[in-house]
């Protein structure tokens, strides 16, 4: 069984930033989980879950939605097994719940191409 913990939303001012992270754990196949990705989504009250960022976990490959890129940086420590999420200069329409997703065979930019998901985390930035 696959888990994705995510940890680190919270409420921020304009301009401020929030790191978040995701902890993987557990076995798939018989084996310790490793993902080909992990990505993050995030879905604001009554809009479609979409695409932030997403890292390919051997080569550390990144991709960033157009709305995010040169604010939001992603990166993984391999060893944890973790994925962090670096949000900077925060506005209000990044307001949000932010979930951490796994893939097995790709980099997808779409949650249909996700295997795991976290359970998500709240991050909310004041005007």
């Known amino acids: 069984q696959v888990q994705l913990v995510e940890s680190g939303g919270g409420l921020v001012q304009a301009g401020g930033s929030l790191r978040l992270a995701c902890a993987a754990s557990?076995?798939?196949?018989?084996?310790?989980?490793?993902?080909?990705?992990m990505g993050w989504f995030r879905q604001a009250p009554g809009k479609e879950r979409e695409f932030v960022a997403t890292i390919t976990w051997n080569l550390g490959n990144t991709f960033y939605a157009d709305s995010v890129k040169g604010r939001f940086t992603i990166s993984r420590d391999t060893a944890k097994n973790t994925v962090f999420l670096q949000m900077n200069s925060l506005k209000p329409e990044d307001t949000a719940v932010y979930y951490c997703?796994?893939?097995?065979?790709?980099?997808?930019?779409?949650?249909?191409?996700?295997?795991?998901w976290g359970q998500g985390t709240q991050v909310t930035v004041s005007s």
């Open positions: 997703a796994a893939a097995l065979s790709a980099a997808p930019r779409t949650a249909g191409g996700y295997d795991y």
């Open positions: 557990g076995r798939a196949s018989g084996r310790t989980f490793r993902a080909y990705a």
